[in-house]
């Protein structure tokens, strides 16, 4: 069963940090190219960053120098760090993966379920 778990997403003030992180299991993940996204409440979804499969990497406009994703093939993971937070990042984010390293959230097969970032003022 393919499985996609995000975790460490929470309550944090503008300024701060928090590392998501995205385990995943049930598929090849050295074969898969692994996306962020995250949706906000009235709003469309939105690509935050993506990581190929031999480690290339796009960051959206709303997360370039502030964000950085990164994989550990031995554990299945992907991580996207957050730093300098602002009220605008709060939205429940997604890791999902596609066979095709792509910006485009309908290239990909598998998604998580979501974790809560909530950015106080």
């Known amino acids: 069963e393919v499985q996609l778990v995000e975790s460490g997403g929470g309550l944090v003030q503008a300024g701060g940090s928090l590392r998501l992180s995205c385990a995943a299991s049930g598929f090849t993940f050295d074969d898969y190219a692994i996306g962020w996204f995250r949706q906000a409440p009235g709003k469309e979804r939105e690509g935050v960053s993506c990581?190929?499969?031999?480690?290339?990497?796009y960051y959206g406009d709303s997360a370039n120098r502030r964000f950085t994703i990164s994989r550990d093939s031995a554990q299945n993971t992907v991580y996207l760090q957050m730093n300098s937070l602002k009220p605008e990042d709060t939205a429940v984010y997604y890791c999902a993966a596609a066979r095709k390293y792509s910006r485009v959230s309908q290239d990909y097969d598998y998604w998580g379920q979501g974790t809560q970032v909530t950015v106080s003022s």
């Open positions: 990581i190929s499969s031999d480690g290339s990497t």
